[in-house]
């Protein structure tokens, strides 16, 4: 008789919704500048304020954390139009997340922050670059943009990285012990991104092979990554 097959597993990816409450936001150095603007609301030195840093820093976490307190509406960059802008400032707070180069319409940032600045509305942008950096074509919004106060937050340090790693098991409902983490801790890319996909992937191969998460799976899969 010919072998036996025995049929592969399937994985399916199933979303894992993020916490991203005050309450479980990691604190450390790195964001130390971040979260002192977000707990430091209303009394910022500008109504108008850039967040500034990395994939995976934070950003969008400490966005959310904001919003919830200040009754902030959320839109990402790309997304703004002229016509929208009005009822994205109803609440007299906005989120403005992802602002990068040559991806959103310029004259609709512009008309943004004139309306906020005429209705004392706040806005935090956030973006991986800062302002200075960007290339923009109209000669009034570079000027604005440039004179928003920038916070920027930084990679993780070790003890930060750590806690990280373990937050990301914990929001997909892994149990790790502290062999996993502090192997991944040592070998992976000193970043929330590079985390986030190792502790991913980890979830998803233990499904498909029916394995626990173990420093030995952590092992095989990074070394075939």
């Given at each position: 008789m010919a072998g036996r097959v025995h049929p592969r597993q399937l994985a399916f990816s199933l979303p894992h919704a993020e916490s991203l409450s005050r309450d479980n936001f990691l604190e450390g150095p790195a964001n130390a500048a971040g979260l002192a603007l977000i707990d430091g609301w209303p009394e910022w030195p500008n109504r108008i304020m850039w967040l500034a840093g990395p994939e995976g820093s934070g950003?969008?976490?400490?966005?959310?954390?904001?919003?919830?307190?200040?009754?902030?509406?959320s839109t990402t960059?790309?997304?703004?139009?002229?016509a929208g802008v009005p009822g994205a400032l109803a609440t007299g707070a906005l989120v403005v997340e992802d602002l990068?180069?040559?991806?959103?319409?310029?004259?609709?940032?512009?008309?943004?922050?004139?309306?906020?600045?005429?209705?004392?509305a706040y806005i935090?942008?956030?973006?991986?670059?800062?302002?200075?950096?960007?290339?923009?074509?109209?000669?009034?919004?570079?000027?604005?943009?440039?004179?928003?106060?920038?916070?920027?937050?930084?990679?993780p340090d070790d003890q930060l990285f750590r806690g990280l790693i373990v937050k990301f098991c914990?929001?997909?409902?892994?149990?790790?012990?502290?062999?996993?983490?502090?192997?991944?801790?040592?070998?992976?890319?000193?970043?929330?991104a590079a985390a986030r996909?190792?502790?991913?992937?980890?979830?998803?191969?233990?499904?498909?092979?029916?394995?626990?998460?173990?420093?030995?799976?952590?092992?095989?899969l990074l070394r075939d990554a």
């Open positions: 950003k969008s976490h400490l966005a959310a954390i904001w919003a919830a307190e200040a009754g902030a509406r960059a790309n997304a703004l139009t002229a990068k180069a040559k991806d959103f319409d310029e004259r609709a940032l512009f008309h943004l922050m004139n309306l906020a600045r005429e209705d004392g935090l942008f956030t973006g991986r670059e800062v302002p200075a950096s960007l290339d923009i074509e109209l000669h009034d919004l570079r000027s604005r943009l440039r004179a928003v106060p920038v916070v920027t937050l930084l990679p914990a929001d997909r409902q892994l149990t790790v012990d502290e062999s996993v983490v502090s192997y991944l801790a040592t070998r992976l890319e000193r970043s929330s996909q190792a502790v991913e992937l980890l979830d998803s191969e233990a499904l498909r092979l029916g394995r626990p998460v173990t420093r030995a799976l952590a092992a095989e």
